[in-house]
Nanobody, 125 residues
């Protein structure tokens, strides 16, 4: 089992940057594909980015491609989401999620076994 805790959210102006972190408990972090999802008020939770556990391949939602970068540090049991050129429509609660030995770079909520509590990101115009 793994526990996830996000940090790094906050208020930023449009065009600014934030880096989110997700710290994981347990010694098997390297065997989990890790993803970020987000949920805006009144909307469904949506996929943002994922990084694989075998070769750290990445995949992004079209809405963030070229602006966000997902990375992981297995020595620190941490996954990051660097968010640049932020837009007001990026405002949401951001969640990290873990998929044990996920062979696909999954984009669906049901593929993930563990979730963090979320961190709020607010982008002002």
């Amino acid at each position: 089992q793994v526990q996830l805790r996000e940090s790094g959210g906050g208020l930023v102006q449009a065009g600014g940057s934030l880096r989110l972190s997700c710290a994981a408990s347990g010694r098997t972090f390297r065997t989990y594909a890790m993803a970020w999802f987000r949920q805006a008020p009144g909307k469904e939770r949506e996929f943002v980015a994922v990084i694989g556990w075998i070769d750290a391949r990445t995949y992004y939602a079209d809405s963030v491609k070229g602006r966000f970068t997902i990375s992981r540090d297995n020595a620190k049991n941490t996954v990051y989401l660097q968010m640049n050129s932020l837009k007001p429509e990026d405002t949401a609660v951001y969640y990290c999620a873990a998929d044990y030995k996920g062979v696909m770079l999954a984009t669906t909520i049901s593929s993930y076994d563990y979730w963090g509590q979320g961190t709020q990101v607010t982008v002002s115009s």
